[in-house]
């Protein structure tokens, strides 16, 4: 008998968050009308989530 899929949605969430927030900044930073400093400040935050999310991640995997 096969084991129930067990999915760990702060895993999953994390995940997701790492991902898109460097897309959404890169996007941002595309964009003409918004100031240089606004378009600095989402790469900064897009960067520093993706990193919490890896760190978060990583400790995760090495626990199992």
């Known amino acids: 008998m096969r084991q ?3 999915i760990d949605f702060d895993y ?3 995940a997701i968050v ?3 927030s460097p897309v959404v ?3 941002t930073s595309f964009q003409e009308q918004i100031e240089w400093h606004l378009r600095v400040a989402s790469l900064l ?3 520093a989530v ?3 999310s890896l ?5 995760k ?3 199992k």
Request: zero cysteines.
């Open 4 to 6: 129930p899929i067990n």
């Open 12 to 14: 999953v969430s994390k």
């Open 18 to 20: 790492g991902i898109a």
């Open 25 to 27: 900044g890169v996007i």
């Open 45 to 47: 935050v897009g960067l």
């Open 50 to 52: 993706g990193l919490m």
């Open 55 to 59: 760190v978060a991640m990583a400790r």
């Open 61 to 63: 995997l090495r626990r």
